[in-house]
């Protein structure tokens, strides 16, 4: 069974930190690349970040470049972002996402909030 287990989303106040991760199973991870997105109300999911399945290749929305930072641990079978100098406009559900070919998987989905 395929399982991707976002967590560590939550409250933050702006310019503040969190990292989130996501944990795979049910399926090769390291064959996989993997994707952070995000929707936030009333607006389409659109892609943050992503990595490819070795680890050697990263790309950014123009809106987190330096802020965020995507990596992965194959040998944990987990993805990470990193989310440094948050802004409200950052606050949506946060997804993980992994593709190989016509293969795709989705996580749940996490909540990042940021307010003061």
């Known amino acids: 069974q395929v399982q991707l287990v976002e967590s560590g989303g ?40 992503g990595i490819a399945s070795t680890g050697g290749i990263t790309n950014y929305a123009d809106s987190v470049k330096g802020r965020f930072t995507i990596s992965r641990d194959n040998a944990k079978n987990t993805v990470y972002l990193q989310m440094n100098s948050l ?7 946060y997804y993980c996402n992994a593709v190989r070919f016509q293969s795709i998987h989705w996580g749940q989905g996490t909540q990042v909030t940021v307010s003061s």
Not at 27 to 40: E, I, N, V
Not at 87 to 93: L, M, Q
Request: charged share 25%; proline share 6%.
């Open 10 to 49: 939550g409250l933050v106040q702006p310019g503040g930190s969190l990292r989130l991760s996501c944990a795979a199973s049910g399926f090769t991870f390291s064959r996989y690349r993997m994707s952070w997105y995000r929707q936030a109300p009333g607006k389409e999911r659109e892609l943050v970040a």
């Open 87 to 93: 802004k409200p406009e950052d606050t949506a559900v």
